[in-house]
């Protein structure tokens, strides 16, 4: 058993992104699961170039794709991807699409194929807050996780994936008045993820 688990690179002006703090805290090996961790770039481009490559190489039965969403207040385990890239935000390479689709020709949408609701509820078991959220967005980390699924879908693959945003970090709101959550929290919770998924 394999477990892919990627997080991103710090963006929009921050010093880190917990999403890839949590991610690079993970053990090697959780349940007997090897865990593979990637750092992704924060660029719609670069997600689109390297994830499937990851994949292909890799070849994991589960993927595990984490991002930040600064002002949630919870962790947030995403139900759906669609193929729309649009954003006002330039991304690390200074690119704003506007009504792009992630991929020409791709379906309009996929679903998680994450248990998501028995990650959530084990989260909260934990006494983790978390819920399920029903939008990615249109940003970088909604392209993540369609490029993942995607992916998964063209190469016939029965690798399961999904997405889970996390809150600030305490690091990053001792200057603004946003939810967070401690960074040791994020990484439990994402080990919760992963221990969960491979179990399903």
């Known amino acids: 058993m394999k477990v892919l688990v990627t997080g991103f690179e710090p963006f929009g002006g921050e010093g880190i992104n917990p999403s890839w703090e949590a991610v690079k805290g993970l053990p090697d090996e959780i349940d007997g699961a090897e865990i593979v961790k990637h750092r992704l770039p924060v660029t719609f481009r670069g997600v689109r ?7 292909v190489r890799e070849r994991p039965d589960v993927i595990v794709l984490t991002g930040q969403a600064g002002g949630r207040p919870n962790v947030t385990v995403e139900r759906v991807a669609i193929n729309v890239m ?11 699409p506007e009504d792009e689709p992630v991929f020409e020709g791709a379906p309009v949408a996929y679903f998680s ?13 934990e006494k983790i807050p978390a ?9 970088v980390c909604n392209t993540a996780m369609f490029t993942a699924l995607h ?12 997405f889970m945003h996390v809150p600030y970090s305490h690091e990053q709101a001792l200057d603004k008045p946003r939810p967070s959550m401690a960074l040791e929290t994020i990484r439990k919770a994402v080990e919760v993820a992963v221990r969960t998924s491979i179990k399903a």
């Open 49 to 55: 170039e390297l994830l499937p490559r990851l994949i």
């Open 151 to 162: 992916t998964i879908a063209v190469a016939g693959m029965e690798t399961r994936a999904g």
């Open 113 to 125: 194929t994450l248990p998501i609701k028995t990650i959530v509820n084990a989260l909260r078991e």
């Open 86 to 96: 649009d954003s006002k935000t330039p991304d690390n390479e200074g690119f704003a």
């Open 131 to 139: 819920g399920i959220s029903n939008t990615a967005g249109t940003y």
